[in-house]
């Protein structure tokens, strides 16, 4: 056991972060036929984090392009306050109907800025 989280994890946890943060939107996404996929992830580790440590997460959208946004993710260590990952995750908004790219919604737009 190498006493760290497994570097695929983070996407996990990430992914599970960006769900909490946007849930409130959920049923609305779901009523006007919108969701959003992810297109690409960069991420860079700046150091562990180990078994049982607690995780904080800070999110924010930095670009909004007409169908598109960039999630930026600081994962820190609460125990030491470490920023162990840094990542940039861009997402597209589909239609859910034709799985097409579309534009955000002003109500997502309102809800992550």
Not at 1 to 21: F, T
Not at 56 to 61: C, R, S, T
Not at 89 to 113: K, M
Request: some cysteine; aromatic content about 8%; hydrophobic content about 50%.
């Amino acid at each position: 056991m190498q006493g760290v989280m497994h570097n695929s994890q983070y996407l996990a946890v990430i992914d599970d972060a960006v769900d909490v943060w946007t849930h409130p939107v959920l049923e609305q996404c779901i009523a006007s036929g919108w969701d959003f996929m992810v297109k690409r992830v960069d991420i860079v580790w700046h150091g562990p984090a180990r078994h049982a440590d607690v995780l904080q997460l800070e999110l924010d959208v930095r670009r909004w392009g007409t169908s598109s946004f960039e999630v930026g993710v600081e994962a820190i260590v609460l125990a030491d306050g470490l920023r162990c990952v840094s990542a940039t995750v861009t997402y597209v908004g589909v239609d859910l109907e034709n799985r097409r790219a579309a534009a955000v919604p002003g109500f997502v737009r309102a809800h992550l800025s």
